[in-house]
């Protein structure tokens, strides 16, 4: 039922149309029983009074065909009015449901969407030759970042590290704002070293480019990087926790860098 709610709210026509026939179909069903009903009963007229029955035929029938016309103005009204209020909800249903999928910040998914997606891959990677990934990363000293240039310039790297992940991955891989500085990516290939051939072209171009923050004051941006690989007894919090601690050793390490726990 929740689908075909979602189906007639986006497509306000169908949802008018529907209402056009239901309304229709409601007005004019008992007008027509009944006119069938009388007409039986008054049969019996003809063998007494064949005009009477033909004038209180014809009576009947312009009843029937004035009330069907008017049934059908009120159907059209009605439908007109649900298909424009319909039309006029769409636009905050779809707001809502972008706004329940993706980060409004970066355009990316959210967390709640990846983690749904990502167990449908854990789900389906052991009926499969496949491994799958997980790689988390964060903006190096993002903090600074902040307190320095101010949330503004903090909000442009966070945009420009989404970019620029976006650009670097794989219309196959999976990305998403985990929230704050930190970003999620799920791979899923038949080449183990995957996930490290992306890992690569991503720490190259951060090292290789920075952004405008001010005139000709430019910002390096870096990234911390952890990632880990799936096995038959992983879930998703289960691979998280690990790429989450390889993520701390690369904090550890110095920054800048990529670490991999198995």
């Known amino acids: 039922m929740k689908k075909i709610a979602s189906i007639l709210l986006k497509k306000p026509l169908y949802l008018g149309l529907g209402t056009f026939i ?3 179909f409601m007005s004019m069903t ?7 009903k009388h007409f039986q009963e008054h049969q019996a007229l003809a063998e007494i009074s064949p005009q009477t029955l033909e004038s209180f035929l014809q ?3 312009n009843i029937v065909i004035y009330t069907l016309l008017y049934a059908l103005v009120i159907a059209i009204i009605v439908s007109s009015a649900i298909t424009l209020l319909a039309h006029y909800l769409k636009k905050s249903y779809l707001d809502i449901e972008l706004l329940s999928h993706f980060d409004g910040l970066t355009g990316l998914y959210n967390r709640l969407m990846f983690v749904s997606m990502f167990e449908k891959e854990v789900n389906k990677i ?3 030759n496949n491994k799958l990934f997980l790689i988390i990363l964060d903006i ?3 903090k600074p970042i902040n307190d320095n240039f101010g949330h503004l310039v903090g909000d442009e790297a966070i945009k420009y590290t989404a970019r620029t992940l976006q650009s670097i991955s794989r219309s196959s891989d999976t990305i998403a704002r985990f929230g704050g500085d930190e970003f999620v990516i799920s791979i899923v290939d038949q080449d183990p070293n995957a996930a490290a051939g992306i890992i690569t072209r991503i720490l190259d171009q951060f090292n290789s480019a920075s952004i405008n923050i001010v005139p000709n004051q430019e910002l390096q941006i870096n990234l911390s990087i952890g990632y880990t690989a799936y096995k038959p007894e992983d879930d998703f919090k289960s691979m998280l926790y690990r ?3 390889a993520l701390y050793i690369s904090k550890e390490a110095g920054k800048n860098t990529a670490t991999f726990l198995a």
């Open 243 to 245: 790429a989450d601690q």
């Open 59 to 61: 009576a009947q029938y």
């Open 30 to 36: 008992p007008v027509i029983l009944m006119y069938f």
């Open 140 to 142: 190096d000293d993002f």
């Open 126 to 128: 052991a009926r499969t």
């Open 22 to 24: 239901l309304n229709l």
